[in-house]
C-alpha cells in the first residue's frame, strides 16, 4: 500500500492490460473494486489521479462519477478510461464537462500520464516553486507549471489572471501566455507561438489571355525582360482585387478574373530572402473588348505587349521563364481552378 508521501492514483477497474500498465508506472496505484465506489471518494483527498473505467457504464453514470471525484478534490487529475468512451466524441465532451482532465481508449496512454503528472511532482532542489492559477496546486517548479496547466486544465474556460510566475498581467489566456513565455520556450528550446518576427509577403500574379491567344506581359524596370503582371498587395488589400489593380497599374489593362492556377506558399527564408511570400497565380481575360495596352513609362513599367506563345519561344527577352511557364502550361490544358477554393476579396 502506499505510504503518505507518495503520490497516488486511485484506480477504479479490472481491466488487466491497464493494471499492467500502471504498475510499472511512477505513481503508486491503489486498485478499488467496483463496489468500492465510496471508498475512493473517501481516499480522493490524498490522491494525484483518479483512473475510472468507463467500460460497462453508461455515459451518465461515469460523468457523475467524475463530477463527484471533482468536487472531493479539485487538484486531482481524473482521467476515463476505456474502448468505447475513448472514441467516443460526444462522451469525451461530456467528460470534459463534468472535470475529466483525460479521455483515452489507451492504457499506455494512461500510464504515460500518470509518469508526466509524477514529474511535474518532483521540482527541482533549487527552482522556485508556483501554485497553479486554476487548481491553486501548490510546489510546481517552472517546468512543473507549464507541463500542469494543459494537462489538468486544457478544458477548462479561458481565463486572464496574474502570471504566477512572471507575475505579470498577460493580455491573452493565462494558459496562452505560459505556453509562450515560460518553460522550454523561455530557454529557447521551443518556439514562441506568435513569431513577431516573421513577415509574410503576399502577391497576385496575373496571366491574361486574349481572345486570339495572346498573353498581356509588362515590360519591366532596367530592361530586365517581359514578365506578368501583378505584384505585392496593398496593406488591407485582397488577392484578387490587388491583382487587378496591380494589372491595371503595370499593363494599363482592365482585366476579368476568371479562375486560379497555383497558390504558392514559400516558407523558407534566406540572407537574400528574409520574408515569408504567398503567391497567387490569377488566370484573367480583358474586361473589355479592343483595349489598349500601356506604353507610357512610370514607376510600375516600361509598358505592356500583347505577346504569343511563339514569340516567347523564339527568343523574347523575359526576366523568368514564368510567362513561358504558363503559356506552354494552358496550351497543354492543363487544369484552372474554380475562384470559390479562395475566401478573398
Ligand atoms: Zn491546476
Ligand atoms: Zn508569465
Redo the contacts with the bound molecule.
Sequence with gaps: MASEAKPVCLVLSSDKSLLDELQTSKLCTTTVETEGILSMMSLAENTEMAVIDGSGRDVANVTDLVQNLHKANKKMFICVYGDKIGRNAAARIAVADSGGAMTSWSSSAVRKAADIIHGTLQPSKRAQVYKCPYCQKGGLDEDGLWTHCPMYHINEPNQTTL??????Q?SQNIQV??RN??GPVARGELDNEFHSDISLYSFGLVVCQRDDGKFLLVQEFTSCGFWVPGGRLNPGEGLISGAKRETLEEGGVEIEITGLLKMEFLPHRSDKNPFVRLRAVFLAKPAHANVEEKTVPDFESAGAAWVSLAEMKSGLRLRSREPLYWAEYLAAGKPVYSLDVLETV
Aim: include cysteine; charged fraction near 10%; charge should be positive.
Design positions: 502570471c504566477p510566475i512572471c507575475r505579470m498577460p501566455h505560459i513565455f515560460h
